[in-house]
């Protein structure tokens, strides 16, 4: 069962997480031959408060 985990900063629509969803499940069936009810996706939205990239928080934290 091939798992897709996507971690992102919140802020996408519901709409914007079911079509991603349904084209990487398509795609993922596809390629690597399998169905698609075999295929799940993980969606971890992650405060920017705990995002940091290139040493840089993406917010100050608030603690």
Request: glycine share 4%.
């Amino acid at each position: 069962m091939p798992i897709i985990r996507v971690e992102l900063l919140p802020g996408r629509t519901q709409e914007q997480k079911t079509l991603y969803a349904t084209e990487a499940t398509r795609l993922a069936a596809e390629i690597l031959k399998c169905p698609v009810e075999s295929v799940d996706v993980i969606f971890t939205e992650i405060e920017p408060r705990d995002w940091a990239r290139g040493g840089r928080m993406h917010s100050p934290a608030s603690d």
